[in-house]
């Protein structure tokens, strides 16, 4: 499985990943029957604030004026069995809590420094490593990322890149690279190297990165393009990429759980979460990643906390952090649409920046704002996390007033399915292909991924996603839509008319 939701790449649908993931995994025994409750304290100390969460999570669209549900019932709900979360507040760490377990065969349970696979948050962390060494003058942003590499070359494509591609690209998903994301290698594989990932050669299981788009156009998200980082950074420096990070980044920061190490090392490994698919460790517990700039970084809550509040700190102005301000702000300055040099970046109605991330049995998410000293982190160990990552995001905005992100529970408008049949059909555009379709039981949307997500009707055009909120407004004539997700609308346009589904198929 790719290893980032990549905020577009399943922007709908909010956990297709992860039932692509548990398709196909037979019922698990439940947790509780297998694990004893862990004791209270062994997530660490509570407070009204893990409290608040503990019993107030919703979904985006409130069926019938229901009530809350508790953390305990979301986590049996999506089968997630560990959590980690980690809450800035006052430009500090306010608390960080875990809960559940980090591995179901062992009961061993969640603390706030468990470490869990960070997958494509990963990226930021690379960025911040590449831009300092931007700032040392062994990189440049705009030269051609070919005059910074000695062991391996891209190949030059005369019409979609005739003048190579740069960094500042390659960051922000603009270099027009292909291979989107990874799928890991079962522990004790054959692991290739960054040269043969990038020629996608044997015994890599990803094709080769190459230009599928001009360079500098429009925005595509590409894993790949971060390999290609992960080569130059490790040419320049002279030096493996994970003890580049370590000394760039990671140490620097206090990241103590945190390394770029595929396997984890053996500081880690004693508090290391197993990845979940059904309820159950995946088997090895987890995969490996040697394709580590984008997908590799093993840390903690607490520890990606750090890094957001290191990069809130340069952003406002301070010096001593590891990016100067100057830098900092171009990090969080939009390179195209939503996206900086690293980070994804939001404007609906505060400035915010963050990344999410999927890999194998781990789903993750961090955002932080930058003009004031908030921020939240969560990571999981189970398939359907990001499920749950969206109901928990949304209480712990609530709970501290930031609206942007809270994105208050709303009750549906009930449409026919004559009402509801205009919007049914293929729409293009943003990267995306999705298909809306008409069932017995609403509109739903899909990208190809199993599990489609539903659409709840505010008005008869426009929509919110059931699970993650996203709002999707059509055309009033339904040639088009657009998703409103914090950036600028990204617009989608009718290709294919789709019938409704027959009556009586789900």
């Known amino acids: 499985m790719a290893n980032s939701t990549a905020r577009l790449g399943a922007l709908l649908l909010g956990g297709a990943g992860a039932a692509l993931i548990a398709s196909g995994v037979a019922a698990a025994q439940p947790v509780e029957a297998r694990c004893a409750a862990p004791a209270p304290e062994a997530g660490g100390p509570s407070n009204e604030h893990s409290r608040y969460v503990d019993a107030n999570l919703n979904p985006a669209v409130i069926q019938n004026g229901a009530k809350p549900y508790s953390l305990a019932e979301r986590m049996r709900a999506y089968q997630v069995p560990g959590i980690s979360v980690a809450v800035i507040h006052g430009g500090k760490l306010e608390w960080a809590r875990g809960w559940g377990l980090r591995d179901t065969a062992t009961c061993a349970p969640v603390t706030p420094d468990t470490a869990f696979q960070a997958a494509s948050i990963s990226k930021v962390a690379t960025a911040m490593i590449a831009l300092r060494l931007v700032e040392q003058g062994k ?83 590409s894993g790949g393009g971060y390999v290609l980082t992960q080569l130059a950074l490790s040419d320049v420096s002279g030096m493996p990429f994970a003890e580049l990070a370590q000394r760039e980044l990671l140490q620097p920061l206090g990241m103590t759980r945190s390394a770029y190490a595929q396997p984890p090392s053996a500081a880690i490994s004693a508090d290391l979460a197993s990845a979940h698919a059904g309820g159950v460790p995946i ?28 990069v809130q700190a340069s952003a406002a102005g301070r010096a001593g952090h590891r990016l100067s301000p100057a830098m900092a702000r171009a990090m969080l300055t939009p390179v195209k649409g939503n996206w900086g040099l690293g980070p994804a970046l939001y404007s609906n109605g505060a400035r915010r920046f963050g ?32 499920r749950l990552i969206d109901e928990i995001v949304r209480a712990i905005a609530t709970d501290y007033g930031w609206s942007d992100l809270a994105a208050p529970a709303v009750e549906e408008l009930r449409l026919t399915r004559a009402q509801l049949a205009p919007a049914a059909g293929r729409f293009e555009g943003g990267g995306l292909s999705v298909v809306i379709e008409v069932r017995p039981d609403g509109l739903f949307a899909g990208t190809g991924l199993p599990s489609p997500e539903r659409l709840a009707a505010l008005s008869p055009t426009r929509f919110r996603t059931e699970v993650r909120g996203i709002v999707v407004e059509f055309a009033p004539d339904y040639s088009s839509f657009d998703i409103v997700e914090g950036g600028p609308p990204i617009k989608l346009v009718r290709s294919v008319p789709v019938a409704p589904a027959p009556r009586g198929v789900p």
């Open 139 to 221: 990189l440049g942003l705009d030269e051609d990322i070919n005059h910074f590499l000695h062991s391996w070359q891209l190949p030059r494509d005369p019409r979609l890149a005739p003048e190579g591609v740069t960094l500042r690209q390659l960051l922000s998903h603009t270099a027009g690279l292909e291979v989107h994301g990874f799928a890991g290698y079962a522990p004790g594989s054959t692991l290739p190297t960054p040269e043969e990932v990038l020629d996608g050669k044997q015994p890599a299981n990803s094709g080769a990165v190459r230009s599928v788009q001009p360079a500098g156009g429009q925005w595509a998200y």
């Open 283 to 310: 088997p090895g517990k987890y995969h490996v990643y040697p394709e580590l700039a984008p997908a590799g970084l093993w840390t903690s809550a607490t520890d990606l906390a750090r890094l957001l509040i290191d």
């Open 355 to 386: 990344h999410d991330g999927l890999n194998e049995g781990f789903q993750t998410f961090m955002a932080a704002y930058v003009d004031k000293g908030e921020g939240v982190v969560v990571l999981t160990n189970g398939g359907q996390g990001r």
